[in-house]
Antibody, heavy 124, light 107 residues
Framework: EVQLVESGGGLVQPGGSLRLSCAAS????????MDWVRQAPGKGLEWVGR??????????EYAASVKGRFTLSRDDSKNSVYLQMNSLETEDTAVYYC????????????????WGQGTLLTVS | DIQLTQSPSFVSVSVGDRVTITCRAS??????LAWYQQKPGKAPKILIY???TLQSGVPLRFSGSGSGTEFTLTISSLQPEDFATYYC?????????FGGGTKVEIK
């Protein structure tokens, strides 16, 4: 089955750290960019960041709101992507979704075609 | 940053109605524009990518169009399962951004 399963959410105090994990299955994980998107309670969607594939040297991009505090990484041998979150703030409280990107030929990152179920982070 | 403004933010419609949602970008962009549907307590689901390409498995009553700074999502005949919140997203440049959402409710 093609799916993404996030884990690692929970309750953290302001200033604390947490690492979210996302396990992928059912597709060739190493071929795709992976992103994280978050949604604060009752609010809209906010892109958090992206980690590219090996061909693109696993480079990363971040939203300004998390840059310098969050770090994205991936382990293609484990079909997993990770979000290390440091210096957490109450504004980081949200459901965090791991997402897979669509590829159109050699063009990557066209849209998000597979979402995990989400994991809730509460900073309080 | 490219800001996306969706309108309306809320619409009340009946089953069978035609619904059009607009997404305006703060600057001209290529067609890396996607639309998602989200139901309460669920992850978003992709409907349209590259402005007008229907994702596999999505009903034909959904369509997307537009270019430059104005894009639209149209639902030709609203079905009961379509009541949800819809988001546009640009993947033209970083940071990737979403519109504020359009909630489609039953009249």
């Amino acid at each position: 089955e093609v799916q993404l399963v996030e884990s690692g959410g929970g309750l953290v105090q302001p200033g604390g750290s947490l690492r979210l994990s996302c396990a992928a299955s059912g597709f060739t994980f190493s071929d795709y960019y992976m992103d994280w998107v978050r949604q604060a309670p009752g609010k809209g969607l906010e892109w958090v960041g992206r980690v590219r594939d090996k061909v693109n040297s696993y480079t990363t991009e971040y939203a300004a709101s998390v840059k310098g505090r969050f770090t994205l990484s991936r382990d293609d041998s484990k079909n997993s992507v990770y979000l290390q979150m440091n210096s957490l703030e109450t504004e980081d409280t949200a459901v965090y979704y791991c997402v897979k990107n669509i590829r159109l030929g050699s063009t990557r990152g066209v849209a998000f075609d597979l979402w995990g179920q989400g994991t809730l982070l509460t900073v309080s | 940053d490219i800001q996306l403004t969706q309108s309306p933010s809320f619409v009340s419609v009946s089953v069978g109605d035609r619904v059009t949602i607009t997404c305006r970008a703060s600057q001209a962009m290529n067609s890396y524009l996607a639309w998602y549907q989200q139901k309460p307590g669920k992850a978003p689901k992709i409907l349209i990518y590259a402005a007008s390409t229907l994702q596999s498995g999505v009903p034909l009553r959904f369509s997307g169009s537009g270019s430059g700074t104005e894009f639209t999502l149209t639902i030709s005949s609203l079905q009961p399962e379509d009541f949800a919140t819809y988001y546009c997203q640009q993947l033209n440049s970083y940071p990737l951004t979403f519109g504020g959402g359009t909630k489609v409710e039953i009249k």
